[in-house]
């Protein structure tokens, strides 16, 4: 499974942003899809999941402010941002889940919210 993030940028305090996150490869093998971040100095945290079926899930941080979706027809999965406040800077992985629990990797697409 490759995965290919894109989207991030610099963003004002209370804008929005929208990464995606295009899968190829052995995409049936995949359970469920998900975004996690890392900000300077801290660790990497999970942000949202999805699930093949649309089930989600958030961190407590985002929910309310960002949604994940994803078009099954496309192979790609969406986290739209909004409220963004300082805080939400850093980098945004995007990740997979086979069947197996064997965990994939995008490249991560840096956000930056600032003034």
């Known amino acids: 499974v490759q995965l290919q993030a894109s989207g991030g940028g610099l963003v004002q305090p209370g804008g929005s942003l929208t990464l995606s996150c295009a899968a190829s490869?052995?995409?049936?093998?995949?359970?469920?899809m998900g975004w996690y971040r890392q900000a300077p100095g801290k660790q990497r945290e999970l942000v949202a999941t999805?699930?093949?079926?649309?089930?989600?899930r958030y961190a407590d941080s985002v929910e309310g402010r960002f949604t994940i979706s994803r078009d099954n027809a496309k192979n790609i999965v969406y986290l739209q941002m909004n409220s963004l406040q300082p805080e939400a800077t850093a980098v945004y992985y995007c990740?997979?889940?086979?069947?197996?629990?064997?965990?994939?990797w995008g490249r991560g697409t840096l956000v930056t919210v600032s003034s």
């Open positions: 490869g052995s995409i049936s093998s995949i359970n469920y």
């Open positions: 999805i699930t093949n079926d649309g089930r989600t």
């Open positions: 990740n997979a889940v086979n069947y197996y629990g064997m965990m994939y």
